[in-house]
Structures are given as structure tokens and as C-alpha cells.
């Protein structure tokens, strides 16, 4: 029921930003409930805590669309999560073009022969992190004068090998760009407390290179701070003794949410990775006086206030209708 009314806010957000590409992080998140004294339907997630456990599909910081399930539940519980981008994908063409090009980012979890199946049958793109097999223990025994580059970002480096994987159960055309890559120091030391690891990709080198591929999985970490500042805008426990009424107050705090995200841009001129903690204390806690007078409703704060948060801006463009498209 609240589904449908998420997308719509993601598709206003999508339609003004007009983006050439759509980038998506396909993910799950834990709320932990262990303490809570409402906890219907509450189950031990994989991070040992009582709690849920949602898989949630994310555009630039906001939800786009998102399923409420208990902690048990895997990280694809009964399709859902292919059923999440087989109902989007069109609605982004729809909406910017049958050209514009999709690529969908995955932790691990989502390391799934249907999932990328899914992927190509859709002619969408995406990169996930690779699982560690037996057979891949000839890459790991690879000296790193033998590896194909290295990758460098403020204090990490890591040497990268290119290789195509293709599971022995999978079918021939499933054979897929893969790159490893291990963890070093500068002087090419192994970096110790950090594993190697796997990245799978069904772009090609040609529109995409191995550099860019690594700073496309290494950027998930921003994306995940999107459930932090859900957390933050809301709260993590719920507050009803019914599962399916958890699951409606859930899904109403990510609408506000994704509200919350677009007043935060497009209306007070916050930063990006502000966190609502950080909005309500510089926008709403702040010293006022509401004065009634002339059959209106006045509010008066102090000049340095009006200044700095540019209050005559924020309430000319409050005044312009925030439009949802119809689905």
C-alpha cells in the first residue's frame, strides 16, 4: 500500500536531478529490537541481534523502494529483491528515456545466479562483490609483480587482477568480467586485518574501466549511510505489538523520510550528508516568537538567524507544489 507512494517521491526526485545515468545500491539493513519492549515478529538478523531485517533498494541517498521482514528472512527472501528492479527499471526509462543506463551495486548477499540473470534480462548493469571459492585460491597465490594494476585512494592501495568467472552450475553466456584484488601497504607488503576480495561485473572494459569498477564498489559505504540517517530521522525500534502495524509505521517513516531528503536539497540548501539530527537542531531548535495579528499568524526571529539560513528563500520555494508523478 505504501510502496507505490515511496517510488513517487523517488520518480520527483529522479525527474528533477534528470541524471545521464541512474546509479542503485541494491542492499539490506538490520534494525535492531533486541531491547524494545514492542517486538512482534522480531527474529535473530545475521548480526546476532533480535530485530528486523528490510531489503531496501537506494537512488542518491533516498529509498526507492523498500520491504519490510523479519530479522530471519535472507537478503533475497522469496524474490523480492528481483522483483524490485524488475517493477522499477521501466519506470526510470519511462520517466528519462529507453537509453538512459542503470547500473545496480550489491554487497555480497546478492551474489546470485537469478539476480544477475535478472540483471541481463532487464539490459542493465551491475557490480557486486564477489564470494570466495576453492578455485580461487590460484589468484590469491599470485605474486603482485603478476597483477594487472593497482588502485590508489587516499591511504588504500590495493594490486588488482582481472579474470572472467563462470560457476560451474551456470550457463556458458553466464561468464562475467571479475576482478581481484588484494590489500597492500605502499612498499607492496601485505596489508594485514584486511581480506582480499572479489568483484563481478557484467560491464564491458570498453564503457567501463577496472579503476572505475573499484571506486563503483568501494562508493556502497555512502550509500549505507542512508540507513543511519533513516534511523536518525525516526527510530530504529518499533512501537507496536503487531507485526503488520510495524510494518505500516515503517514504511510511513521512509516516505517522510524521503520528504525529509527532498526539503533538505531542494528547499533549505543543506548539504548532501547532512543528517536530520543536524537539520532540526540549525532549522527548527531555534529562538522564535509567533505573534497574532490582523487575523494572521506571524513568526519573528532574529536577524543574524534570517540571514544565515536564508528564511525568506526556504519559504518562497516552501510556496512552490512539490509535484508526484502518477504510477
Known amino acids: 500500500m505504501i510502496r507505490p507512494l515511496i517510488r513517487r517521491v523517488f520518480l520527483s526526485a529522479l525527474k528533477a536531478k534528470n541524471p545521464n545515468k541512474v546509479i542503485l545500491f541494491l542492499d539490506s539493513s538490520v534494525y535492531d529490537?533486541?531491547?524494545?519492549?514492542?517486538?512482534?515478529?522480531?527474529?535473530?538478523?545475521?548480526?546476532k541481534k533480535e530485530g528486523y531485517h528490510p531489503i531496501n533498494l537506494i537512488w542518491d541517498g533516498m529509498y526507492i523502494d523498500t520491504y519490510f521482514q523479519s530479522g530471519h528472512c535472507s537478503t533475497?527472501?522469496?524474490g523480492v529483491a528481483i522483483e524490485m528492479l524488475q517493477e522499477i527499471v521501466p519506470m526510470i526509462r519511462?520517466?528519462?528515456?529507453?537509453?538512459?543506463?542503470?547500473?545496480?551495486?550489491?554487497d555480497g548477499g546478492y551474489y546470485d545466479q537469478k539476480i544477475f540473470a535478472a540483471c541481463d534480462a532487464l539490459k542493465i548493469n551491475f557490480i557486486c562483490a564477489g564470494k570466495r571459492y576453492s578455485d580461487h585460491k590460484i589468484h590469491a597465490n599470485t605474486k603482485l609483480e603478476n597483477f594487472d594494476g593497482v588502485y590508489r585512494k587516499k591511504a588504500c592501495t590495493w594490486h588488482y587482477l582481472t579474470f572472467q568467472e563462470r560457476r560451474k552450475s551456470w550457463p556458458k553466456e553466464m561468464a562475467y568480467r571479475?576482478?581481484?584484488?588484494?590489500p597492500t601497504e605502499e612498499n607492496g607488503e601485505a596489508l594485514l586485518g584486511l581480506e582480499s576480495r572479489i568483484i563481478l561485473t557484467n560491464l564491458d572494459v570498453k564503457s567501463c574501466s577496472d579503476q572505475e569498477i573499484i571506486d563503483y564498489d568501494h562508493s556502497r559505504g555512502a550509500d549505507e549511510l542512508t540507513y543511519r540517517a533513516a534511523k536518525d530521522f525516526a527510530s530504529e525500534r518499533m512501537p507496536c505489538l503487531d507485526f503488520h502495524a510495524n510494518s505500516l509505521w515503517y514504511s510511513m517513516g521512509i516516505v517522510?523520510?524521503?520528504?525529509?531528503?527532498?526539503?533538505?536539497?531542494?528547499?533549505?540548501?543543506?548539504?548532501?550528508?547532512?543528517?536530520?539530527t543536524t537539520v532540526r537542531r540549525k532549522l527548527f531548535d531555534l529562538a522564535g516568537k509567533i505573534i497574532n495579528k490582523g487575523r494572521s499568524l506571524t513568526l519573528k526571529i532574529t536577524p543574524w538567524k534570517m540571514r544565515e539560513l536564508k528564511f525568506d528563500q526556504i519559504w518562497e520555494k516552501s510556496l512552490t507544489p512539490w509535484v508526484l508523478p502518477v504510477l
Open 178 to 182: 571479475a576482478l581481484f584484488l588484494r
Open 33 to 47: 529490537n533486541d531491547g524494545a519492549k514492542c517486538r512482534a515478529g522480531v527474529k535473530c538478523t545475521y548480526k
Open 94 to 106: 519511462e520517466n528519462l528515456g529507453e537509453d538512459i543506463q542503470v547500473i545496480v551495486r550489491m
Open 256 to 276: 517522510s523520510f524521503n520528504l525529509f531528503q527532498i526539503f533538505k536539497r531542494n528547499i533549505a540548501g543543506f548539504s548532501w550528508n547532512c543528517y536530520p
Open 76 to 78: 533475497n527472501h522469496d
